[in-house]
């Protein structure tokens, strides 16, 4: 983070060039403790919000000085971020039925309840804490 307060990603092993309009792209983009729901299930097609959820990721890495979400595995890393974010459902997120592979999975899926961030981050102020649940959104829109 510069002193400016401008926030640099620096990865870019899998990286992908962004246009618009937006294409299909593959599913394997972004370090797997980085990836969002929505390209774990399968989307091909995604934006900047891709990048809001990686943010999200460092922060909670930055104030916690570890991995929030380290899964081992595609399966294993959404199961790491359910626990934590809770299992979202289709009236939640009414766009999760369109994913590839949620369809094929979704009777899998074991239940969670969300785990209040305040748990996690014990002395991150309430708009950290409202920082931190803006960026880890599993709905990408």
Not at 108 to 126: G, K, N, T
Request: hydrophobic share 35%; net charge negative; proline share 7%.
């Amino acid at each position: 983070m510069s002193k400016d307060g401008c926030l640099k990603l620096a990865d870019f092993g899998l990286a992908r060039a962004f246009g618009i309009p937006v294409k299909n792209y593959t599913h394997e983009v972004v370090t797997l403790w980085y990836r969002p729901p929505d390209i774990l299930l399968g989307s091909k097609t995604y934006s900047t919000q891709i990048d809001m959820w990686s943010v999200g990721c460092i922060f909670a890495e930055m104030v916690s000085g570890r991995p929030l979400f380290k899964g081992e595995n595609e399966n294993d890393q959404l199961d790491k971020i359910f626990k934590i974010k809770g299992t979202p459902d289709e009236d939640k997120w009414n766009t999760m039925k369109d994913l590839p592979l949620y369809t094929e999975m979704k009777e899998d899926i074991p239940q969670y309840d969300p785990v209040d961030f305040r748990e996690i981050f014990p002395d991150l102020s309430e708009e950290g804490l409202d920082l931190m649940d803006s960026f880890l959104q599993c709905d990408p829109m």
